[in-house]
Every structure is written in structure tokens, then in C-alpha cells.
């Protein structure tokens, strides 16, 4: 099973054992594949036929008579409440509630990891055991406690004030995303580069930073899905003027005595999931080897 | 100089016609948090926003699906000193306790203006008044308890009427079972297990135990006979209900009326919305029944409006605006129409509502009939505890006399 | 002593920096909710907080509630199950994916994918998949085998593997991409090394990049548990704690008490319950890994 640069001799034909090992791959990636797709078929082939045949209640089949009615009906005029204006209108509160969030939570989540990495600071182990403890906690707990101090602080209701939530509750997974990550780091870089004289900021940006891509793309991903997906906290935090989109795509899905579109909500999960899924597609590109090698040899 | 006089009198009036007609269009903002967001809840609420706009007010709307959310939204607002201008919940004890921290301003200048003592039923008055005092201003019945059948599917089993007693039920389901036909449909979530069995227990026992066990929780008709015939009844159920049933949603079991595949299900009257949505007509395809005793209660739940206290005399006038819109009766008869409920006040003009929601109006002014749901007789943890033996009954093999032991230590708290 | 540890701290002075708003987040947000909500624990509270105190009652009636117990036991499951499938198989696809594979975008994508969705449609759809006259049981019914079986969603025994099932699904995605960002960040000499010794594959993996894999590892483990603690949104889509309550999980528990059922004494009383069992079992990983002697290690 090699990888990258092949050694300058001619490639030999592939053992009896290889073969079958290739084979093994792309049979077992292939059959989780399909389980992994499953719903992902349910919900696309739902969302492209009409209520009535939904009621038939089978769910594998394709549709019958193929609509895009509902894919319609989610971004432009779905009803969330007295509006019927479907998701769009949420979808440039969401990005500016994003934006912020991800670039803050990680950034601070980094120089978290760094500093409890390389760093000897009294007490930071215990603060960190401490926030990672208090990651468990269901954060519905803190809603009460923080919508006080919000409103003290005259924060509650705004951007900034939704902001900070989410870089509170990104902070636990952010730090130890990333100080288990330079934990895996050599050291002696580190150690060099002090002896070289160099501070805390100037061996942050210029040696640890640069090797923290593939980390950096998990972090990415996990908070970009988890802000973009969040309802409860942009709901109670974010003020009216600036609520995501995941409140109406809630008010679609989620009605108590009424009637439930299940194509339309459908397609507004779809629809709700293209941008962590763009995102996603995105990382590939970061994904990619030997970014720890070349500093060790270098 | 009479001239200028003139002019100079006839500029001063127009300009103080002019501001004065500004001041008067200046409209009373009123932001209303509450969870109808279907397509058919969204154009009742538009009647009260329609309504309220042209009355000079200007509707903000702020929908939240999911009542537990919404509430829970109003709440934090409030606690975050920016409350709404009203808010939407049930008839209950939910508000109570916000009232009693002071957080809601009182609409008894409104209510004693428009003589609610007299033109509300006593339960719904009851839900609504704290300490003597009107906090919140109802705006529809539900009644959570009908029982609607599928014609077809009743015809298939050879059942030429629907019936009017338990007894009479019971029988029926046994010869839409030997049809073939799914005889009663259910989602077999905790609040439509719990339905059912208030159904049960308001049709077995009558409206004298309902009030006694719910709402006095008086030991005595807890460990009744009638109370353990209330159980042994619901349990009895259990082998008339499909396999499929746990989790799914109402309007999935509704569905199964719909297409005849099933023949009764207990809900209520805001089913009639996914029948009309298939475009099926009362009488013809479907039908409602109220109860299954001549004296049957006439179980009373709905939606009311509470309003935050705020000193603003801007926002307390548009409170006040918003409770004279929404119990008018002209537009009470609208808004019902769409909601599937039926109006707060006798004295509307029934004549628009449908087959279903006239007898239940009429049903409903007979205030010997009237009785308060559940939720509104008893805290709602306790409501809460009651709900989980009740769905733990129907889930579980729990013995009778388990189940009464278990209701009177959660009854009694 | 004093003097030494002024020394150090000027040494260290912009670490110390650094980690204030760690430090901030910490004491206010973190400790702050955990003692006001043990604090409630100790009173009435109902829907609003009050400020009385009825010593241990919350926790007597807590156990006295079957539903609460109830959730336990199924918690206990639940972890066994997700936390061990969960992982090893996102190390299988990120292993596989490794290899080489054409097409490796597409396949990472389609098991990332799942952790985009909402999990409000996500759940029903599992719920349709798994119900017996909607999904699998009935297509296969259909096709003839008339005697096939699969209505997890509906029965009591196993209502949790459709939980744990649907959780999987949702969460393999994140360990793969954790455990694939550990694999790029090994140096690829290694296995041009170990191919010219002759070493077979299996073993490189299990003696020397499982070893390297160390700080993902611990990172997919903690963020499995914290899931696992936190399972909340899956029970409410798919099954609502039913049927009865044989799916109840403690965070629902919580939940419910929090805001459905107006009672906060109860909800944080079972909130402490979970912090401290938490606290239990966390507290010797926390020790080793973090707090040993010369402990750098993840």
C-alpha cells in the first residue's frame, strides 16, 4: 500500500494480494456508502413529490409524478408564522452570525491549545479541565444564568451578544481540538525556536500556525456546522433583527397542531445543509499529507 | 392686516390639522410572539393581524414553532428586560407563576369594559383571571377530546351509525377489526396516549370524576371503582391500535382516517385541518362525535394572549388594542373558522362555522357541560408526572392497582 | 518561593495573557452555570428560579422518578454501543480512505455529510426507515419475505439501537475526518521505512501509527462522550423517549423539566447528578493525561 513519491524504478504488476486488498476497499467504503446514503435518498425523493402521494406512505419509491414544488415552497414561501416568505429571509442573518463565530472560536481555541501545549502557566490544566467539564453539561442549563448577564450588560439581543455565546460554548472543543493537536507536535521545534529567542506571538504565527492546517479544517467544519445548525441559542441571543435562518427552518418543520408538509420540510433541511456541506467539499484541499513532515526535516 | 390675519389664522390651522393628523397615523407597534406557522394557523393569525393593522396598530410578527420553544422564548425575553408587547400560550398554569413574580400587566380595564364576566364560559374565565384580576385574553375553544371516524371505513365493517355510547364503541372496534380496518388509529407519542386517555376517562367516568380526580384529586375517587373502570377501559384499547403506532405524528394517524384504512381516532378539532387539506367533507367522508354519553363534558382548552409589563404607555395602549381586536366577536368568528376552534363568546354568528364546530358550540353553552382540561386544574409538573404513568401504562405491563397508587402520589404532588 | 514564581511568571508573562479570556469563559460562564445551577438544585424552583432551600428533596424525588432511572439505564447503553461502533468505525474509513482511494472526496463527503443535517428530519427519517409498515420491514415484505422483521422503531427492546443506529450515522463522519487529519500528519517516511523492512501492513498500523494516532484518539473519544452525555436532539426527532419511555435519555430528562414541565429544582438536580458522574469518570482520564509528571503528553 504505497503512497506518495514512488521510487524512480519500474511499477510491477499488483500481487494476487493486493488486488484483492484494493478490492476489499472499495467494497467496504462502498457498502457503508450506501448506508450513509440511505436517507439522504428518503429525504431527496420525498422532497420531489406531492403531499398526497407522501400519504401513500411509501417511501423508497421515486416519485411518481416528479415536482419541484416543494424546493420552491421552502425558499420562497413556506409559511414561518405570519410571513410566508420561506428560508431566504434568515440566510444573510445566519452568515453574519457565522462569520464572526467561526473566525473567533478558533482563533482563540488555537492560541487555547498552544499556549496550555507549550506553555507552563499555573492552573491553566485545572481551568482546562474545568471547561472541558463543563462541556457535558447540556447547554440549555446556561440560558437562564446568561440571559441575566446579557441583560445587565446590555448585550442581550445583538450580534455581539449571540457572538460571544457561541465562542463560550465553542471554547471546550476548540482548545482540546487543538491542544491535543500540538501535544503531537515535536517539542523540539518549539524549544528551538525559544532558544532562538523568539517570543510567545512570534513562534505562535510563524512556526505553529502554519502546521495546524488539518486541524484547522476539522475545527472549521465541526463549528461551521454546529453555528450554521444552531436554533436555541440564536433564538433566545441574537435580538429579532438578526435571527438565523435555522428559526425558520424550524417554524417550517416543527408545527405543534398543524398541518406538516413533509416534502417542504424536506427540502428546507436540504437546503438549511448546503452550506456546512460546501464547506465540507471545500476542506479537501486541506486535507493533505505531510504538513509536519517538512518542518521536522527542515 | 385682515387679510394677513387671515392667512396667518388659516396656515396656524392647517399646520395644526396637519401634525395633529401625523400624530394620529402614527402607528401602536405590537410584537406577538407565538407558534402557528402552518400554512392554516399562519391565515388565522393574519386575521388578527389584518384586523389590528387597520385599527391603527402595526402588527410585528415573531413566530416560533413549537410551543415549548415559543413560550420559552417569551420567557427569556421578559428575564432579559426587552419583552414582546404579547405572547402566546394555553389555557393552564403556565403564566401563572410569571404573574406572580409581576411580570405581566393586567387587561381588566379591557375585560370589565367589555363584560367578560358575562360572555366568557366559567372554565375559560377561570383560566384566565388571577387573584380577581384578568391577566390574559383568550382567543379560541379547543375541545382536545373528539372522536373522528372515517364513513368508509365504518361502512366496511357493516356499522350503519356511529356510536353514542362506550359500550356501543367498543363494539365497534371489534367489527372493524374482523374487516379488516384499522380500528383505532393512534400516534403513540406521550400527549395523543394521554388524550386518550382523558377520553376514556371523561366518557367511562363523566364529567363528575374528570373534576374530582384532575381537578380535587381527591383520594377517595382516585381509588374509585369507576376510576379503576377508567383504566382497565384504556388498557382494553390497546389490541385495537396497530403495531406501527409508537411515534408516529397525529396528522400521519389522521392520514389513516383519510385514506379509510382506519376508522376512529381521538383528537382534536383541529384534525378537521388535514381533512379539509385532502379535501374531505364532513358528513360525506368523515365525521365528528363529541362524546360517547348524552351528558358527555365538554372538555375546554385554547390558546390565550398574555402581555408583558411594561410602563410604556405606548406599548401598554397597543395591549390593550390587541385584546379589543382579538375578542371582537366579528373577528373571532373569522379567526376560528381557519383555526379549527370555535369562539371564546356565546354571542357570535355561528352561521359561517362548520357542521362540527356548530355542535360544539352548541354543546358548549350549556354550562352544565363545560368542563377545564386538564392542565388548567393542576401544576404542570404535576400534569407532567401524570402524563408519563399514563404513557408508561400503555407501553408497559403496569397492573391496575400499580397504576392507581402511582396517579395518587403524582396527583397528590 | 515568591521570587521564583514572580521570575516565572515574567517569563511566561504573554502566556498568562493569552489564556485570560480561557480563564474569563472559565470562572464566569463554566463555574459560575454549574454553581447556580447547583445552587437551584437545593430549592423549590418551578418555572422561575427561587431563592429558598428544601435540602436534598429535589434528589429524593429525582430517584424516586422511574422515568428519570429509566434514562439512565438506557444511557448506559447507549454509550456502550455508540461509543464503540462510532469509533471504530470512522478508524476504518479513515484508514481506508487513506490508501490511496480514488474518488476520496466524494467518499469523504458522503460520510461527512450526515453531521450537516438537522438532526429534526434527520431523526423522522429514521423513524420512517425503521417503522414496520413504512420502511425496511415493509419493502422487504413486499419483495416476498414475508417473514423479515426490522421494526426497531416501534418496539421497547430495541427502540435504543435505532437510537444508536441513527446516532452513528450522524457521528462516524467527525471521527473519520479527526482520525484522517492524525493520518496526514504523519510523516510519510515511515511507510517507505517500513515497506523496505518488509514490516506487513496491519502491523505498521497497530505498532506505529495507532501509537503516533494517540492525540486524535483521545480528542474522538472525549468528543464521542461529550455526545453521548449531551444526546438530546436525536431521542426528540426520532422516537420522543418512546415508545413509553423506553428511549428516555438524562438530557431530555433535563430538557423537559427545564422548560416543558416549569420545573428547574428537578432539572438541575438531575443536571448536578450528571456533572458529578461525569466528573467520576472523567477525573482519571484528565489526571493521566494531563497532569502527570513532565505530562505534555495529549
Redesign the interface.
Known sequence: ?????KPAVARRPLTYQEVWGRVG??A??GV??L??????Y??LVTSFKSMDEIRL?L??SLPQQFTIDAWVKAWTSACTGLECTGLRVGFGNSVKILVPSVVVSIL?GA??GY????????G??V????????????????I???VR?YAQTGIYGSLPGIVLTH??FG???M???FR??Y??LP?ELFKAARIDGA???KIFISIILPMSA??A??AV??QV?AIW?D?LLGLVFAGRENLPM?VQ??NI??TTTGERAYNV??A??VL??LV??AV??LS?RW???????GA?KG | MTAMKQMVAVSAIALAAATGIARAEEPLNAEVIHWWTSGGESAAIAVFADAFNAAGGKWVDNAVAGG??A??AA?NRI?GGDPSTAALFNTSR?YH??IG?GLLNDIDAVASKNDWDKVLPEPIANAVKVDGKYYAAPVNIHMPLWIWYSTAALNKAGIDKPPETMEQFLADLDKLKAAGVIPLALG???WQENSLFSAVLTNVGGAGLWKSVYGDKDEAAIRSPEFRKVIETFVSLKPYV??????RNWNDATALLIKDEAGFQVMGDWAKGEFKQASKEIGKDYGCIPGLRPDSPYVLGGDVFVFPKTDNAEQVKAQHLLVEIMTDPAVQVKFNNLKGSIPIRSDVDVSSLDACAQLGMKIMSDPARQVPDASQMM???VY??VQ?IV??L???PMTVDQAVDRFEKALKG | MGAE?IR?VKR?F???I??L???A??I???????A??VRLSFSSS????RNDFVGLNQYVTLFD???WLTSLGNLAVIAFFFLLICFV?GC??AI??D???RG??L????????????F???G??????L?????IQA?MRGFGFSGFVL?W??N?RM?LYAVILATV?HGS??VM??I???L??????I??AT?IDGIP?WRVYVSIVLP?L???I??SL??L??SI??M?DVVVA?????????SEVP?KF???????????G???AA?TV??IT??MV?APV?YSQ??RKGG???
Open positions: 500500500m504505497m503512497r506518495q513519491a476497499i472499495y467496504f467504503l457503508v456508502a448506508f450513509f446514503l440511505l436517507p439522504l428518503v429525504m406512505g417511501i423508497f482563540l492560541v487555547n499556549a496550555l501545549s507549550f506553555w507552563k502557566v499555573k491553566a490544566n481551568l482546562f479541565a474545568c471547561l472541558l467539564l463543563g462541556s457535558f453539561i447540556p447547554y440549555q442549563v446556561f437562564y444564568p446568561l448577564v465562542v463560550i471554547m471546550p472543543v482548545t482540546l481540538l491535543n493537536y501535544s503531537g517539542v517570543g510567545f506571538w488539518p486541524i479544517i476539522v467544519i465541526m456546522t445548525n436554533f435555522t427552518l424550524n418543520v416543527n420540510n424536506m428546507a433541511t438549511t445543509s456546512p456541506l465540507y467539499l479537501g486535507f493533505v499529507r505531510g504538513i509536519a513532515s521536522v | 415549548s420553544a413560550r420559552s420567557i428575564i403556565q407563576e410569571i413574580e403513540g407519542q406521550r396497530d403495531a406501527a403506532s409508537p411515534g401544576e404542570e409538573y407532567g408526572s408519563d404513557t408508561e400503555w407501553n408497559t | 514564581f516565572h511566561n504573554v502566556a498568562y493569552a489564556l479570556p480561557m480563564a469563559v472559565v464566569f460562564a463554566y463555574l459560575g452555570t454549574m447556580w445551577s418551578k418555572l422561575l428560579p422518578t422511574s422515568r468505525l476504518l474509513l481506508f480512505i490508501q490511496n482511494v476520496e472526496s467518499f469523504r463527503t458522503v460520510f461527512l455529510y450526515p453531521y450537516a443535517m438537522s429534526v428530519v434527520a423522522l427519517i429514521w423513524q420512517w426507515i417503522n414496520p409498515d413504512l420502511g419493502t421494526d422503531v416501534v421497547p427502540v450515522w463522519g467527525l475526518a479527526l484522517l487529519a492524525g496526514r500528519g504523519i510523516d510519510g517516511e511507510w517507505r515497506r501492513a503516533m494517540r492525540p486524535m483521545i480528542t472525549v468528543l462522550s461529550i452525555v449531551k438530546y426520532m422516537t420522543n423517549g418512546g415508545p413509553g419511555t423506553a438530557a433535563i430538557m423537559d423539566n427545564l422548560f416543558e414541565r416549569a420545573n428547574i428537578l432539572a438541575t443536571s450528571m456533572l461525569v466528573l472523567m484528565i494531563y497532569f505534555r503528553a495529549a
